[in-house]
């Protein structure tokens, strides 16, 4: 067992991009692995759905280019994980497309493996029928099979069992679909001997890039460092610094509870760690711990179509129109609503959204001081397409020439800074499934495929 392992996170995000001096000063201290999460359900439901990625292809290549590689180049792993966003099958085989487009342009030679993490429809409602399915929060509704019927792709969030697996192997380059974000830094300090608290923990701070740091982004690599009874963490660019502040805020990023932090078959508990400020930009964690779960849960994420979306942005500065925005807008919906009266009003739903005025916070916002100016976003959902711009268009042209009383210019209500004006955004999804699954163990869920690429030509 190393003495030290060393893990450079090169970004938040795989293709938000990151600084190259950052990222060769991280090389040039000699890292045992590159390690990116590659995912995250911030974007909504609309990239599981739809099956696409979180960030363009261009920019996920010009990544993945330098990623490839640094790790190939000091002869060290490269993991991924969620890869293309989401993690679910089509966003895996897009990210096999694109490494194995760099291997070939480049004629590298690399041992592959892939961990799949796509959970079949039968599994869940088998899940169903057992009640080992719970709904992760009180707002998420109960599982029904009906759900899992309009459910168009399931994954899961895996943990370091199946990670463990594919390491096993020495993988050149490990893909790994839906991940649980900690999980392929933990399997890597885990899979040579280092304590698996401080590998969860480093990988809590490491898998947001460094955004840990001051000033603080995910644009940006930071290295982590794990020890026998610690692990410390610095910023590979000079112009940033982790602080204790900064570091322990992080640590409890996007938690519901102040120390304890919840996993695939792990409690994670950081109520007695110690953070240190070892120099003026690093920082040393220690003494957390971890406990296993009495029964293994992994997170189900799905989602399914629930409508089609038109809308339109325009522009007001009339101070009378301003001054009773939103009864005119409660009019004017009131008016589509007529003339589409053999349409029922639950297969469409029409929304205003005044931004400079409450467009943010909605009615929870305090001040409703009347601006000059609104930026107006008119959203119509409908069961189908067509008739989303239908009303849309009505909505547009009713909204563009309401009489309003008062009103001392014919010529229009609104200012368009786009032609055409109305926009098909396309399918609306929601996530149908945010739910645990109760499954034996970790491993079984999560199939592993593995192939080679000698001099950029498949084996």
Same mark, same amino acid.
């Given at each position: ?47 599981? !759905?739809? !099956? ?33 966003? /989401?993690?679910?099958?089509?966003? *895996? ?6 490494? =194995?487009?760099?291997?070939?342009? =480049? ?25 080992? $399915? ?54 890597? !300090? ?26 603080? *982004? ?18 590979? =660019?000079?112009?940033?610094?982790? *602080? ?7 640590? +409890? ?11 695939? !078959?792990?409690?994670? =508990?950081?109520?007695?760690?110690? +953070? ?7 920082? @040393?964690?220690? @003494?957390?711990?971890?406990?296993? %779960?009495? /029964? ?55 929304? +205003? ?27 119509? *959902? ?16 009713? +909204?563009?020439?309401?009489?309003? %009383? ?32 109760? $499954? ?16 950029? @030509?498949?084996?």
């Amino acid at each position: 067992m190393k003495d030290k392992l060393k893990i450079l996170s090169p970004c938040g995000i795989l293709g938000y991009g990151f600084p190259l001096e950052s990222f060769q000063n991280g090389l040039k201290d000699l890292p045992d692995a590159i390690i990116v999460d590659a995912g995250s359900t911030d974007a909504g439901p609309h990239k599981l !759905g739809e !099956g696409v990625a979180i960030v363009s292809r261009t920019a996920y290549k010009k990544d993945l280019v330098r990623l490839i590689e640094g790790a190939l180049s000091l002869e060290i792993p490269l993991i991924i994980g969620s890869a293309g966003g /989401s993690g679910a099958k089509t966003h *895996t085989e897009w990210t096999i497309e694109v490494i =194995n487009e760099i291997l070939a342009e =480049n004629e590298y030679s690399a041992k592959v493996s892939v961990i799949w993490a796509d959970i079949p429809n039968e599994a869940v409602s088998r899940a169903i029928r057992n009640k080992d $399915v719970t709904p992760l929060g009180t707002n998420v509704p109960p599982l029904t099979h009906e759900v899992v019927e309009e459910t168009l792709s399931i994954v899961a969030q895996m943990g370091v069992e199946p990670i463990l697996e594919a390491l096993e192997g020495n993988p050149d380059i490990l893909i790994c679909g839906r991940a649980y974000d900690p999980a392929p830094f933990a399997a890597f !300090g885990i899979a040579h001997g280092f304590d698996e608290a401080l590998s969860y923990h480093l990988g809590k701070i490491l898998e947001c890039g460094a955004l840990c740091a001051v000033p603080g *982004t995910t644009k940006d690599c930071i290295m982590g460092v794990l020890e026998k009874d610690s692990f410390h963490v610095y910023p590979t =660019n000079k112009e940033r610094r982790c *602080t204790i502040t900064s570091v322990s805020a992080h640590t +409890f990023y996007e938690k519901d509870h102040p120390y304890l932090l919840q996993g695939p !078959g792990i409690l994670l =508990n950081l109520e007695d760690c110690d +953070f240190l400020q070892t120099d003026e930009r690093t920082v @040393k964690i220690q @003494k957390s711990r971890l406990e296993k %779960t009495e /029964s293994y849960f992994i997170k189900l994420e799905g989602a399914r179509r629930v409508a089609y979306r038109t809308f339109v942005v325009a522009g007001i500065r009339d101070p009378l129109l301003l001054e009773n925005l939103e009864q005119i807008e409660d009019e004017v919906r009131d008016s589509v609503k007529e003339y589409y009266s053999e349409i029922p009003e639950r297969d469409y739903r029409i929304a +205003f959204i005044n931004y400079g005025l409450d467009g943010v916070m909605g009615n929870l916002e305090p001040d409703r001081t009347v601006p000059k100016e609104v930026g107006l976003l008119m959203e119509v *959902t409908a069961k189908t397409q067509e008739l989303a711009s239908a009303i849309c268009s009505s909505l547009r042209s009713s +909204f563009m020439h309401y009489g309003y %009383t008062g009103r001392k210019s014919t010529s229009g209500n609104l200012a368009f800074p786009f032609s055409p004006s109305d926009i098909d955004f396309g399918p609306v999804y929601e996530f149908s499934m945010y739910h645990l699954m109760k $499954v034996e163990n970790g491993q079984s869920m999560f199939p592993i495929m593995n192939y080679e690429v000698n001099n950029g @030509k498949i084996n």
